[in-house]
């Protein structure tokens, strides 16, 4: 493993350069302050009109269209979501200057040939491991976000050296920087989201609720247990691993934990998320999410509709509300 700190950087081989950001969104807006915070010269690209556009002003950036943002810019970070990056980057490719960078913050469209950059740019990637939010907040005080490094395409001889210059102005370095490759962060990351983070905890979750409700067991309790207990177990997790988990719950807990279990996470689980995994690796997700996304969204727009309305988020709703703490 190597993972790289501040004393590894190069800073030279941006100094001078514009930095132009495109998408200000939550990675977008956390970035473009961090560099500019940084010392770098930073300009924004968001279509006329866009949501964001009042917000960037705001904050004291210059905000151009796309095609000028990018015009004479040393480094491009392709900070907008997944689906629309393959349109700009058509929309912007005569625009970009030879032996620019071209910069992710998340490997897919690189990695399934969405997007086919010119062969005079680097093409490298710097994904913070932790929400824009966590990443201005933490360079703020003084820390970083770990961050993966990876590259694509080296026209230049120095686009690993590029990227770590960026990884180590949005604060990346104090934290680490890991090297790794396009296809590993966009495999590992999408795993992650459907099996464990996003797909696997929210179903669990939901699952388990609905199975104490059957049982005839008041909806608010099982919302307590299920969901929002979970807080306080993925906190113990995040901060010290399974040791720490299991040396702050009960005795009663860790035995439960220990032995039932593996009874509801099983081989069968594995074996489906073995599928998961394939899934993406051989790209039948990704095709699968362009074919939805491309036509209107409808499957995706069903299923958000009945997760919404779902008893646990009713329930959940009033609870929540009761909760001062969680409004302030």
Known sequence: MKLYE???????????????????????????????????????GLRPGGATSAKAEHDGFAVLPPQKAVDGAGLVAFLVPDMVQRKLYQQIESKLKQNATLLFAHGFNIHYNRVEPRDDLDVVLIAPKGPGDLVRRQYEAGRGVPCLIAVAQDTTGNAHARALAYADGIGGTRGGVLDTTFAEETETDLFGEQAVLCGGLSELIVRGFRTLVEAGYQPEVAYFECMHEVKLIVDLLHEG?????????????????LTQGPRVVDAHTSERMREVLKDIQDGTFAKNWVSEYEAGLPEYNRLLEEDLNSQIETVGKELRGRMSWLQE
């Not at 081989?13 to 010269?41: C, K, M, P, T």
């Not at 040791?243 to 009960?250: A, G, L, N, P, Y």
């Open 241 to 257: 691993g399974l040791r720490k988990m299991h040396e702050f719950v009960s005795e009663t807990a860790k035995y439960g934990d």
């Open 6 to 44: 501040e004393a590894d950087v190069r800073p030279e081989v941006l100094s001078g350069e514009l930095l132009a950001v495109l998408g200000y969104g939550s990675q977008g807006r956390a970035h473009a302050l961090n560099l500019r915070d940084s010392g770098f010269e930073v300009v924004i």
